[in-house]
T-cell receptor, first 108, second 110 residues
Framework: RKEVEQDPGPFNVPEGATVAFNCTYS??????FFWYRQDCRKEPKLLMS???SGNEDGRFTAQLNRASQYISLLIRDSKLSDSATYLC?????????FGTGTSLTVIP | NAGVTQTPKFQVLKTGQSMTLQCAQD?????MSWYRQDPGMGLRLIHY???????DQGEVPNGYNVSRSTTEDFPLRLLSAAPSQTSVYFC?????????FGPGTRLTVL
């Protein structure tokens, strides 16, 4: 089983829509979780960190479900500029494990 | 602050050639790492270092060597390039809460 698994999508949503991505992880001892955003042909950049049950930053909400070992990212009122690939990252020991990423395209 | 810098941005090699991908950071982070990113595979860890003089293997270390003689620099060496090493390579430098990535090196091995 992979350390981190994501639905690759693609998700194509209209502007203003709400969209949610899920990510499952295999190591129940993991304590911190991250969502990164990666634009086409660019490096990943940190979007949100999750250390307890969840985190909210404007239109973005990340939630953690330890019992089921998954984290989710909710984007409300989608903007064209939200189009990107969203990567779930789970540190385990000295290594950071990345999901394959979920592709989002917001359509005018 | 330049953050994390990588050189070169693009490189084409022939099978069997060797080269070194350079990575430097100016944030005084102890932890640095190298990833490769292939379509449909996400980022996979090649090697990482928790401080000067300390390196360890990640998920896909074969064909790559690293060294960490200073806190700032973490070069990745390909001793004998193979077409399977065609990929985008990212170097990252980490604080406790965040990884900062360089802009990437796009490598093609013919």
């Amino acid at each position: 089983r992979k350390e981190v698994e994501q639905d690759p999508g693609p998700f194509n949503v209209p502007e203003g829509a709400t969209v949610a991505f899920n990510c499952t992880y295999s190591n129940s001892a993991s304590q911190s979780f991250f969502w990164y955003r990666q634009d086409c042909r660019k490096e990943p950049k940190l979007l949100m960190s999750v250390y307890s049950s969840g985190n909210e930053d404007g239109r973005f909400t990340a939630q953690l479900n330890r019992a089921s070992q998954y984290i989710s990212l909710l984007i409300r009122d989608s903007k064209l500029s939200d189009s990107a690939t969203y990567l779930c990252v789970v540190p385990t020991g000295n290594q950071f494990y990345f999901g394959t990423g979920t592709s989002l395209t917001v359509i005018p | 602050n330049a953050g994390v810098t990588q050189t070169p941005k693009f490189q084409v090699l022939k099978t069997g050639q060797s080269m070194t991908l350079q990575c430097a950071q100016d944030m005084n982070h102890e932890y640095m790492s190298w990833y490769r990113q292939d379509p449909g595979m996400g980022l996979r860890l090649i090697h990482y270092s928790v401080g000067a003089g300390i390196t360890d293997q990640g998920e896909v270390p074969n064909g790559y060597n690293v060294s960490r003689s200073t806190t700032e620099d973490f070069p990745l060496r390909l001793l004998s390039a193979a077409p399977s090493q065609t990929s985008v390579y990212f170097c990252a430098s980490s604080s406790a809460d965040e990884q900062f990535f360089g802009p990437g090196t796009r490598l093609t091995v013919l």
